[in-house]
């Protein structure tokens, strides 16, 4: 079974105070890693796919790497509007759904 | 830029009701999803739909719920009995065709809150 876990739970960074978010996973064959950006009663927002070890994506003040076993989410500077709760999750080879963590809630204060 | 919409946004049912939670997916799109989350606690998958059957289905996915697409666009989550702990939002999400980059990312949409009395 896929398995997903992210850390912290929760990150309180002061706005400008760079921080990075983990999300270790076990999955049969790797289609490709995902990070969603999820605001208070709103559905998951698609922010990256990554498909190989080695793979960086970046968007603004995000960036999202993947190790073999890992993925970090980096925040750079962040700035209020960039509160909310990130959330990783899995694709495999077999099939197109998507298994996820629990999720990281980032709170930016000005 | 294309969205999945989902109705309600908010139904307070009591338990035993009937719900129907309803989606208009992406045109032309052909794999179909629908997650719950408990408030507070992580998105699970409950079931997928391609070329009008279920390809896959979770644990949380038992005899009381069932899917359909009844006219070629909704797609429908129905909860024949609801009990208490059925209170989450469910979202929808939509796939297109799979296979090449960029086209295995799922879209979601904003949710329908479900709240079981």
């Known amino acids: 079974e896929d398995q997903v876990t992210q850390s912290p739970e929760a990150l309180r960074l002061q706005e400008g105070e760079s921080s990075s978010l983990n999300c270790s996973y076990t999955v049969s064959g790797l289609r490709g890693l995902f990070w969603y950006r999820q605001d208070p009663g709103k559905g998951p927002e698609f922010l990256f796919t990554?498909?190989?070890a080695g793979e960086e994506k970046e968007k603004e003040r995000l960036k999202a790497t993947l190790t073999k076993k890992e993925s970090f989410l980096h925040i750079t500077a962040p700035k209020p509007e960039d509160s909310a709760t990130y959330l990783c999750?899995?694709?495999?080879?077999?099939?197109?759904?998507?298994?996820f963590g629990a999720g990281t809630t980032v709170t930016v204060r000005a | 830029e294309p969205e999945v919409t989902q109705t309600p946004s908010h139904q307070v049912t009591q338990m035993g009701q009937e719900v129907i939670l309803r989606c208009v997916p992406i045109s032309n799109h052909l794999y179909f999803y629908w997650y719950r989350q408990i408030l507070g606690q992580k998105v699970e998958f409950l079931v997928s739909f391609y070329n009008n059957e279920i390809s896959e289905k979770s644990e949380i996915f038992d005899d009381q719920f069932s899917v359909e697409r009844p006219d070629g666009s909704n797609f429908t989550l129905k909860i024949r009995s609801t009990k208490l702990e059925d209170s989450a939002m469910y979202f929808c999400a939509t796939l297109g065709t799979g296979g090449a980059s960029g086209a295995n990312v799922l879209t979601f949409g904003a949710g329908s809150r479900l709240t079981v009395l």
């Open positions: 990554l498909y190989s």
């Open positions: 999750a899995v694709q495999a080879v077999n099939d197109y759904k998507l298994s």
